[in-house]
Structure formats: structure tokens, C-alpha cells
């Protein structure tokens, strides 16, 4: 599931010129990527590993990736 995600921030870099700032994907999506990491289970620590705010949304079918002004600005700040 990492390389997966990796892979959509990088085609997004490669098309937008930029790292996409916010992840979405489902709480199910969300449980099986985080069986990945051995050493940690932080929400807040895996979105700064990625630069990317994580939204759980039962909308999301597929994991996907975009940019948003409001949280570029919170990433700043951080």
C-alpha cells in the first residue's frame, strides 16, 4: 500500500511540478497501510513522514492524492 500511495504523490509531482499536500483514502485502505509500519501506528507522524494531511473518508474508493491551498498553509507552520 506504500508504494501505491508513493506512487500516485509521485505522478502527481511529475504532472503538477509540486508534492501534493493531502492524502484521502478509507478507513479499511488506512488499517491495511498502517499494518505496514513496524514502528509506528501515529496518524500525525505518518502524515509528517509523507508531507501530506490524511483524510479518512468512507466516500473514498481508491486511495488518491491532491494539493489544497488551506493545507499548504498548515504544513508551513509546522
Known sequence: MLSYILRLAFNFERKHGFWPNQLTLNNEQYQHWLAEFEQTSDFNELSR???????????????????????????VNV
Open 49 to 75: 513522514r509523507l508531507s501530506m494531511e490524511i483524510t479518512i473518508s468512507s466516500d473514498a474508493r481508491h486511495p488518491h492524492v491532491g494539493w489544497h491551498p488551506n493545507q499548504a498553509l498548515k504544513m
